[in-house]
Nanobody, 118 residues
Framework: QVQLVESGGGLVQAGGSLRLSCAAS????????VGWFRQAPGKEREFVSS????????TYADSVKGRFTISRDNAKNTVYLQMNSLQPEDTAVYYC???????????WGQGTQVTVSS
């Protein structure tokens, strides 16, 4: 069973940057689509970005387009989320998730906290 571990969260001022990492416990992360999601206090979890398993096509939520970039390094079994121009509304716990042959993401990491101060 694949396990995912996020890292890279922290406290940053508005306008700053962070890079989140999602590392897999297996060397077959390339077989999976990987997505980033976030959940702010009192809000539902929302989609942030995803990257496909084969050609690495990417998708972004409108709220992060132009500021966030998702990428993957299959040799390192890691997916990254580069977050620039961070705003206080980006404050949330960020989760990475993977899906193999299922339609929904069914493998989740434990999350990493991102806090953006104004």
């Amino acid at each position: 069973q694949v396990q995912l571990v996020e890292s890279g969260g922290g406290l940053v001022q508005a306008g700053g940057s962070l890079r989140l990492s999602c590392a897999a416990s297996v060397n077959t992360l390339s077989w999976y689509d990987v997505g980033w999601f976030r959940q702010a206090p009192g809000k539902e979890r929302e989609f942030v970005s995803s990257i496909s398993r084969n050609i690495g096509s990417t998708t972004y939520a409108d709220s992060v387009k132009g500021r966030f970039t998702i990428s993957r390094d299959n040799a390192k079994n890691t997916v990254y989320l580069q977050m620039n121009s961070l705003q206080p509304e980006d404050t949330a716990v960020y989760y990475c998730a993977a899906r193999g042959l299922t339609a929904s993401y069914n493998i989740w990491g434990q999350g990493t906290q991102v806090t953006v101060s104004s």
